[in-house]
């Protein structure tokens, strides 16, 4: 299921800071919790203390860094996979899936997000994606996540959930 992937150049950024641009960059990132992840990141030569100089502040004081290894990370909470999304008519976007409950797709410069454990607040997102994008509810009935990333090779599916 896993491949090797390029390095490329770390950085923390914040939530808001994680558009598609981030993801064109780098297209795993990863929430980060807890010093214990300090030494994987070291692991791939990244200076932490250059790196948490650079970052960018942000309201939240949250920060998600570029997943540089070459073993593919289980998708749980706090996993945020660049992804190609393909829409049940054969549309084709692209999106990231967030651990195995919420997903977001990005169209015409904005970002769409759903979790299934919040299937209100998923049906007016739909709603908000339908009207910007000039589809029929059919076109969200089946979803499709194709991980850009070489290190994942499985799609994922979900169908609607609201």
Same mark, same amino acid.
């Given at each position: #299921?896993? *491949?090797?992937?390029?390095? !490329?150049? %770390?950085?923390?950024?914040?939530?808001?800071?994680?558009? /598609?641009?981030?993801?064109?960059? =780098?297209?795993?990132?990863?929430? @980060?919790?807890?010093? /214990?992840?300090?030494?994987? #990141?070291?692991?791939?030569?990244?200076?932490?203390?250059?790196?948490?100089?650079?970052?960018?502040?942000?309201? /939240?004081?949250?920060?998600? @860094?570029?997943?540089?290894? !070459?073993?593919?990370?289980?998708?749980?909470?706090? +996993?945020?996979?660049?992804?190609?999304?393909?829409?049940?008519?054969?549309?084709?976007? =692209?999106?990231?899936?967030?651990?195995? %409950?919420?997903?977001?797709?990005?169209? *015409?410069?904005?970002?769409?997000? %759903?979790? +299934?454990?919040?299937?209100?607040?998923?049906?007016?997102?739909?709603?908000?994606?339908?009207?910007?994008? &000039?589809?029929?509810?059919? &076109?969200?009935?089946? +979803?499709? %996540? /194709?991980?850009?990333?070489?290190?994942?090779?499985?799609?994922? &599916?979900?169908?609607?959930?609201?």
């Amino acid at each position: #299921m896993c *491949k090797k992937q390029i390095m !490329s150049k %770390f950085e923390f950024i914040g939530i808001d800071a994680l558009t /598609e641009e981030a993801f064109k960059r =780098h297209p795993i990132w990863v929430f @980060y919790e807890d010093p /214990e992840q300090d030494e994987e #990141m070291i692991s791939w030569g990244i200076n932490l203390n250059e790196a948490w100089n650079d970052k960018k502040n942000n309201k /939240e004081q949250e920060y998600y @860094y570029p997943f540089l290894g !070459s073993e593919c990370p289980s998708l749980v909470r706090g +996993i945020y996979l660049y992804c190609k999304v393909k829409l049940a008519t054969g549309q084709e976007l =692209h999106g990231y899936l967030s651990g195995g %409950f919420s997903f977001g797709i990005f169209a *015409k410069d904005k970002k769409y997000t %759903f979790n +299934i454990n919040m299937p209100d607040y998923a049906k007016t997102t739909a709603k908000e994606l339908m009207d910007i994008l &000039s589809i029929k509810i059919e &076109s969200l009935s089946s +979803i499709s %996540f /194709e991980p850009i990333s070489s290190l994942y090779t499985k799609p994922v &599916s979900y169908e609607k959930f609201w």
